[in-house]
């Protein structure tokens, strides 16, 4: 099986917030990069599905220079090669870009199975995979929690596969589909595996092949402002030593809210 | 002309479609507005919004839309939506529409604005407020082009009781769409819920949760010891469970539980979206957690910013004293 996944770089989780000057992004040379989240969990499950039925596992990503090293880290978990759709506008680029970028580079690999995160931590549209899926004009599920591969595929059948989707409050479903798809993947779906030294090693063999970025895409939404949000609460802030907080927070709770 | 796209299982009317309407009538600001339901079992919830006299409503019972598919449903919606060409198509932000509104707008090549929390201006005029970066920057963005737009609302962001009822009932009327069955490639089975203990967070009083915070498993007797103190229910974001670290069943958020207890203390939790959603209807939330711009303080009402393992022993002992 050829597997693709994409993955995204976003800033880190301790990132604090800060706004570029136009306040319409964030000023990227004071955040730290790492792997979204989501995605770490579809690449490991590019990594199992071809561990039980062999094949190829290549990562895709669009962004700036700075993606590669994400890349790099796929890589070293085990992915076989990666593409690269790099241009430097990519890093605030909304999902109907990402995805045609993505679509570009990836439509003549011809892969029998698209995964990617089910959103990213930055700007969190939800949409990027689901379009990409359009526009590579394979069928998608989404909210995955686990896939299972119809064994007869390649034997003459019809290849397919059947997913289990979760839906809200606890709920799911299985979907069978045919092949090739794309997949949105839940957090959860598997544990993470970490790169090993061997791994690391290996990487640095690896190709990450370049793709430019297909001239004329039109954003389809522009972020007109950034700020802090507003909070819908005002929250009493309680200060002082870890001792001196409790005993003011169990006084409050008690005496205020009620709650105890 | 706003275009609601209602949500229905099993002749059953997802409540979020009441706060998809309410933010509707925000947008169509006394303009027409349109509300759209498809399925085969789509005539009962088709009368429940017409009832409410909001606004024409276009049923869709062709049979190849039951049981929801992405695929089928987004070839009824771009026919309806090419032929009536709404202003603005609104959706509630639910697990279904995030399964196929994209697919919609890339097919009709419209923007998608997702997880709406607040709407500037009216019509195609509009801009949105929406969350980026886990909560932590709010955005307001504006679609581009001049064919309209998709818009979906944040469960709870808007409220169903705002919504402004027509003094008489709205007509029904069949819509007629034109679906390939055999274009429809995903084969879906029935929903079904995993075995589950008898944990029902649901009716715990007090509730104790614990975020990535916690760190490793091994400190999860720090709140437990919290949770026994104020005879609380523990309970966890999701990393927490996706880690193993607590069963699935004591999950809050969009994938878990929805809570509402009296007490709600939320232990190193950042507070994203999809675990906000899961409990900020809790009486009084109480946040402990090292970084103080955590949007988890956004709806807390006391917070404590600092090491909760300095403070949750100090309150275990607070509490025993």
């Known amino acids: 099986m050829k597997i693709a996944v994409c993955i995204k770089q976003v800033p880190t989780r301790e990132w604090q917030p800060r706004l570029r000057e136009d306040k319409t992004w964030i000023r990227e040379q004071d955040a730290s990069f790492e792997m979204n989240e989501p995605d770490a969990y579809a690449l490991e499950e590019s990594l199992r599905l071809r561990e039980k039925h062999g094949g190829e596992v290549v990562v895709c990503a669009a962004g700036p220079a700075r993606v590669q090293q994400v890349l790099r880290e796929a890589l070293a978990r085990g992915a076989d090669r990666a593409l690269h759709v790099d241009d430097e506008s990519l890093g605030s680029a909304d999902a109907f870009v990402s995805a045609a970028a993505l679509a570009a580079a990836m439509a003549d690999e011809k892969f029998d199975l698209v995964l990617t995160g089910l959103q990213s931590d930055d700007q969190g549209h939800g949409q990027t995979g689901v379009i990409l899926a359009e526009r590579l004009g394979i069928p998608h599920s989404t909210i995955i929690m686990e896939i299972q591969i119809d064994p007869s595929a390649g034997s003459g059948q019809a290849a397919g596969m059947r997913v289990k989707r979760e839906l809200e409050g606890g709920w799911f479903q299985w979907v069978a589909m045919p092949l090739p798809a794309l997949l949105t993947v839940q957090s959860g779906i598997n544990q993470l595996r970490y790169a090993t030294l061997k791994g690391i090693m290996a990487a640095k063999k690896k190709e990450i092949r370049k793709v430019a970025l297909p001239a004329g895409l039109q954003p389809s939404q522009q972020i007109v402002a950034l700020a802090l949000p507003v909070r819908s609460k005002q929250t009493q802030m309680i200060d002082g030593s870890p001792a001196e907080a409790a005993r003011e927070l169990v006084r409050r709770l008690r005496e205020e809210a009620r709650a105890l | ?321």
């Open chain 2, 1 to 321: 002309m706003i275009l609601v796209i209602a949500e229905q299982r099993d002749g059953k009317l997802n409540h979020a479609t009441w706060e998809a309407i309410a933010a509707a009538q925000q947008l169509a600001a006394g303009d027409a507005l349109r509300v759209a339901i498809l399925g085969a079992s789509a005539g009962a919830p088709a009368q429940e919004l017409a009832a409410a006299g909001v606004g024409e409503v276009l049923a869709v019972t062709d049979a190849a839309l039951e049981p929801y598919t992405p695929d089928g449903y987004v070839l009824a919606l771009a026919q309806l939506i090419e032929s009536a060409k709404p202003d603005v198509v609104a959706l509630a932000h639910t697990y279904q529409a995030r399964d196929f509104a994209p697919m919609l707008a890339a097919r009709l090549n419209l923007p998608l604005v997702t997880d709406v929390t607040g709407i500037g201006g009216t019509g195609r005029q509009a801009t949105f407020t929406r969350p980026m970066f886990q909560g932590k920057l709010a955005a307001e963005v504006k679609p581009a082009g001049s064919g309209g737009c998709l818009v979906t609302f944040q469960i709870g962001a808007f409220r169903a009781d705002a919504l402004k009822k027509g003094s008489s009932p709205s007509p029904v009327s069949s819509t007629a769409v034109t679906i390939d069955r055999a274009a429809i490639r995903q084969k879906p089975e029935a929903p079904f819920q995993e075995a589950r203990q008898a944990v029902d967070l649901g009716q715990a009083a007090r509730i104790v949760a614990v975020g990535r915070g916690i760190k490793s498993q091994e400190h999860l007797p720090v709140a437990e010891q919290l949770a026994k103190a104020m005879d609380a229910e523990l309970a966890a974001s999701r990393p927490i469970c996706d880690s193993g670290w607590l069963p699935m069943e004591r999950q809050i958020g969009s994938s878990g539980q929805t809570v509402a207890p009296k007490l709600y203390v939320a232990l190193g939790i950042s507070g994203a979206i999809q675990h906000l959603v899961g409990m900020k209807g809790s009486r009084t939330i109480v946040a402990i957690n090292k970084d103080a711009d955590a949007p988890i303080f956004e709806v807390a009402d006391y917070g404590i910013v600092g090491d909760l393992f300095e403070i949750v022993p100090a309150l275990v002992a607070e509490l025993e004293k």
